[in-house]
C-alpha cells in the first residue's frame, strides 16, 4: 500500500440517479400524429430534470450487440425485422410505425437496458432509469406491436441473469398488459413478471388465469383491475397481492416497466392514477427492493400518452424510488370491484405463493 494512502480520498460514493438518454430517439417519428411521439419523451425528461440536485449521472445510449438481442428475441425476427425497417417508412403491424431512424432508435434503447443493469449491477448507482422511445413491452420474441419494436425491459432481464443474477422481478404498472414481456419469460422461473393493467383492454390478455407456464408457474402474475380504478384500488393491489409476492421471491434486481397511461389525464385507458400515486408505488417498490437487491431498481419508460402526465408522473416515480414518499395523504378505503378482481388473482396464485394463504 502507498505510504501517502491517508490523503488519498476515498471513492466517491455511488450517485442516486443514472439516467440513460439519447438526441437520437427523437429522430423515431410518426409521418402524421400518432400518439407515440418525440414530444413524450422531451415531457419525461422534464419530470428528471424537476427532480433538481440528487446527485444525477446522465449517460448517452448504447448500441445493444446481436447477441442481447438474441436472448428475448427470435433470430429470425431480428434478420426480418433489420430488412424491414431498412425500407421505406411504414408500419410494422396496425399501430406500430417505423421511419429511417427507427432502427437506430430501437437498438440504442435495448443496448441502453443493459448498460442500465450493468451500471447497477457494478455500483455505479442505485437506481437507473431509461428514458427512451419507442417503449418495448408488448414486443414478443417475434413480433413488434403495440408500438414497441424491441422489448428493452426484457433484454435488461435476460442480461442480468447473463451477469449472474438469480432472481429478477419485473413490475410493469403501465395500464396496458405487457404481453410481450409475459411470452418472452414464462416459462422462465428466474423472472418474476408481475403487471398491473386495466382490463378489458388492448392487448386483450393478461387475466388472472395466466400465471405462466411449466417450470414458469407462478412467475407471472397478471392483476386485472376494472376501468376507473384509481389509488385505492391500487394500493390494495400491491398490499394483497404485490408486496407479499416480491417479499417472498427476494428478487436480486427489480425492473419496472414504468407507463404513465393509468394515469386519469391519460387519453387511450379509462384509470384514475394520479401524481401522487406514482410516487407511492415506486416507494414500495423501493422497499421491496431493499433488502434482497439492495436497493437496486431501474425503471424503463413505457407509454404515457398525456405530457403533463408524463412529466409529472416521471418526476413522481424518480422520488419515490429515490426517497420514501409520505403517504399520510393517501386515499383510504376499499374499492369493491377491485377487490372483486384481486380475488380472482388470489385464487390463481395462492398454489405458488406461502405468502397469500393466510
Ligand atoms: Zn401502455
Known amino acids: 500500500m502507498p505510504v501517502d494512502s491517508p490523503l488519498v480520498p476515498p471513492p466517491a460514493p455511488p450517485s442516486g440517479l443514472v439516467i440513460f438518454s439519447d438526441p437520437r430517439f427523437a429522430a423515431h417519428a410518426p409521418a402524421s400524429y400518432h400518439p407515440e411521439r418525440p414530444r413524450r ?12 440536485d440528487v446527485g444525477r449521472v446522465d449517460r448517452p445510449a448504447v448500441f445493444a450487440r446481436r447477441e442481447d438481442l438474441e436472448g428475448v428475441h427470435a433470430a429470425e425476427y431480428l434478420d426480418a425485422l433489420e430488412l424491414k425497417l431498412a425500407e421505406r417508412p411504414g408500419y410494422l403491424d396496425p399501430d406500430t410505425y417505423f421511419n429511417d431512424a427507427t ?40 413480433r413488434a406491436m403495440g408500438f414497441c419494436v424491441l422489448n428493452n425491459i ?22 396496458h398488459h405487457g404481453n410481450g414481456t409475459q411470452a418472452i419469460f414464462e416459462h422462465t422461473p428466474e423472472v418474476l413478471f408481475v403487471s398491473l393493467h386495466e382490463s378489458p383492454l388492448y392487448p386483450n390478455s393478461g387475466y388472472a388465469q395466466e400465471v405462466g407456464q411449466g417450470e414458469g408457474r407462478g412467475a407471472t402474475v397478471n392483476v386485472p383491475l376494472p376501468p376507473g380504478s384509481g389509488g385505492v384500488a391500487y394500493r390494495q393491489a400491491f398490499e394483497r397481492i404485490v408486496m407479499p409476492i416480491l ?3 427476494a428478487p436480486e434486481l427489480l425492473l419496472i416497466s414504468a407507463g404513465f397511461d393509468a394515469h386519469s389525464r391519460d387519453p387511450l385507458a379509462n384509470m384514475q392514477l394520479d401524481d401522487d400515486d406514482y410516487a407511492w408505488m415506486a416507494s414500495r417498490l423501493r422497499e421491496a427492493a431493499g433488502e434482497s437487491a439492495r436497493g437496486r431498481v431501474g425503471l424503463f419508460l413505457e407509454g404515457g400518452y398525456d405530457l403533463h402526465a408524463l412529466e409529472f408522473g416521471v418526476e413522481h416515480a424518480l422520488r419515490g424510488l429515490l426517497s420514501h414518499a409520505d403517504d399520510g395523504l393517501m386515499p383510504r378505503g376499499q374499492d369493491p370491484s377491485a377487490a372483486f378482481a384481486l380475488s380472482a388473482v388470489l385464487e390463481a396464485q395462492r398454489p405458488y405463493w406461502k405468502s397469500l394463504k393466510k
Open 154 to 175: 426484457a433484454v435488461a432481464a435476460r442480461h442480468a441473469l447473463k451477469r449472474g443474477l438469480k432472481r429478477v422481478a419485473i413490475v410493469d404498472w403501465d395500464v
Open 41 to 52: 419523451l422531451d415531457a419525461a425528461l422534464r419530470g428528471v430534470e424537476r427532480l433538481g
Open 103 to 142: 432502427q437506430t432508435a430501437a437498438w440504442l434503447a435495448a443496448g441502453s437496458a443493459c448498460a442500465l443493469v450493468d451500471a447497477l449491477i457494478d455500483g455505479d448507482a442505485r437506481v437507473g432509469a431509461l428514458m427512451a422511445r419507442p417503449p418495448g413491452h408488448h414486443a414478443t420474441p417475434n
Open 247 to 249: 417479499s417472498e421471491a
